[in-house]
């Protein structure tokens, strides 16, 4: 099992620009999760899903937007990058919400 | 009442020594109680978890000790070797629905020699 992966693993952007960062796990979880850690941060859940076709906002969605058309799959798109949404972005995966959450090794973002 | 308290922000202990980090909670609906590891640069990952069926669990040198009435539960890390060195998180979470975990803000820990 490769668990969780994420592509890519850095990217800088100017500001205005759009990109979408990419998850995809091989343990058939039902729920995945798009977190973003600031430097010395804690971590804060910007959207999960809890099935195909099933999303939610969590935290922090605003200037993100996410699709869950497979088990496997859940990009997350960046329209419109902001300086503020430089950080370190962690996709991760669990069986259900009480149960381990797998996360991915992360994307780096920086947007000048 | 969503949230998860989580103290000390750093913590600093010796080589050999016991690392006590403390998290606190108001829903009282939360069952499910995680502790993630965290190194620089990579992602967290699961280190010991705990069921409010029992008030402690021990995983090596890893123990979580949970109170139910005070609404507290706490990570003891003993012989904390530099190898522990990290940022550790508490979560919480109900055991229904769908509701995602809900993680302290973390501490940062540093073992010296």
């Known amino acids: 099992n490769a668990g969780v992966t994420q592509t890519p693993k850095f990217r800088i952007l100017k500001i205005g620009q759009s990109m979408t960062l990419q998850c995809a796990q091989d343990?058939?979880?039902?729920?995945m999760y798009w977190y973003r850690q600031d430097p010395g941060m804690g971590l804060k859940l910007i959207y999960y899903?809890?099935?195909?076709?099933?999303?939610d906002k969590g935290e922090v969605p605003n200037g993100y937007n996410v699709s869950r058309s497979t088990t496997e799959d859940f990009p997350l798109r960046l329209e419109l990058a902001a300086p503020s949404q430089t950080s370190v972005y962690f996709c991760?995966?669990?069986?259900?919400?009480?149960?381990?959450?797998?996360f991915g090794p992360g994307t780096r973002l920086t947007v000048t | 009442q969503q949230q998860v308290k989580q103290s000390p922000q750093s913590l600093i202990v010796q080589k050999g020594g016991i690392s006590i980090i403390n998290c606190a909670y108001e829903?009282?609906?939360?069952?499910?109680f995680p502790w993630y590891q965290q190194f620089p640069g990579k992602g967290p990952a699961l280190l010991i978890a705990?069921?409010?069926?029992?008030s402690e669990k021990k995983e090596g040198r890893f123990t979580i000790s949970f109170n139910k009435s005070a609404k507290q539960f706490s990570l003891h890390i003993m012989d904390s070797q530099p190898g522990d060195s990290a940022t550790y998180f508490c979560?919480?979470?109900?055991?229904?629905?769908?509701?995602?975990?809900?993680f302290g803000k973390g501490t940062r820990l540093s073992v010296i020699a």
């Open positions: 991760a995966s669990s069986y259900d919400s009480n149960y381990e959450q797998y």
């Open positions: 343990m058939n979880h039902n729920y």
């Open positions: 899903s809890v099935g195909a076709g099933i999303t």
């Open positions: 829903n009282t609906a939360f069952d499910y």
């Open positions: 705990i069921r409010p069926d029992v």
């Open positions: 979560a919480a979470t109900p055991n229904s629905g769908n509701t995602p975990l809900v």
